[in-house]
């Protein structure tokens, strides 16, 4: 029925034991939502703890959603190692990997970044990585990872609801 999208672990050349269970995320946010008996509001799903899980999804199917449209020819993946570090989404184009970690919090931290850094020493050639929050500004968090907003990322110049 085309509800959920499917990620497959990344897993080249590893130096970690990585987690290799695939990871699921809904198509649209509002499933997310009725599944978590949030009343489809926002302060509801932040008190049930469950903001983040529909921020991630949500950004993660707008980055597919745009790509899709874009007609660019991708593959996606998750990595998660089994001592708990991960990157939520690895865009993988014509070679090359662009690792995206979302966070949910305007407030971000050099911790924030940690499995950033991970993926990055376990996967030397891949030089940059990303976290996309919900914030205004483009901030470097270390030399190689850059924190980037949602509206930026999905082009677009308001902020981003989701649901």
Known sequence: MMLVITLEAYHRNPKKRLVKQNKIHAIDPLLLHHTFNTGFSLERSRELQNFGTIYESFICMEIHKTLFSSG???????????????VDLIIEYRGKAIPFEIKSTTNLSRRDASGLVSFLSDNPHIKQGYIVYPGREIAEISPNIIAVPDWWVLGCYGEIDVG
């Open 72 to 86: 660019i020819a991708f593959d996606s993946y998750y990595w998660r190692t089994q001592d708990g570090a991960e």
